[in-house]
């Protein structure tokens, strides 16, 4: 099973930028969509960025749009998450999770629900 490992983390202020990885190992995570969900302090993780596996389609949550970007590198086996221009709700601890879908009501999930440990991201006002 592959194994996932998000970095980047850290503490930065409102209106910054930061930047977090996801590498995969174990097994190449290509062809499969790969996505990013985030998990705040008392609330449900949700979904914040999806990507397909050629990278051609990207999705984003209502909340992140023009300010959070996600792109992948099949050959290093990682997926990225460019976070610009953050704010205080941005704070939670962030995970990637492959071969991500969406439901007909529009919900994204992962279908393997398998999880890294997550990278911390803490946004000061």
């Known amino acids: 099973q592959v194994q996932l490992e998000e970095s980047g983390g850290g503490l930065v202020q409102a209106g910054g930028s930061l930047s977090l990885s996801c590498a995969a190992s174990?097994?190449?995570?290509?062809?499969?969509?790969m996505g990013w969900f985030r998990q705040a302090p008392g609330k449900e993780r949700e979904f914040v960025a999806a990507i397909s596996w050629s990278g051609s389609s990207k999705y984003y949550a209502d909340s992140v749009k023009d300010r959070i970007f996600i792109s992948r590198d099949n050959a290093k086996n990682t997926v990225y998450l460019q976070m610009n221009a953050v704010k205080p709700e941005d704070t939670a601890v962030y995970y990637c999770?492959?071969?991500?879908?969406?439901?007909?009501?529009?919900?994204?999930?992962?279908?393997?629900?398998?999880w890294g440990q997550g990278t911390q991201v803490t946004v000061s006002s």
């Open positions: 999770a492959e071969d991500i879908v969406r439901d007909n009501s529009g919900r994204y999930y992962s279908i393997r629900d398998h």
């Open positions: 174990g097994r190449t995570f290509s062809p499969y969509a």
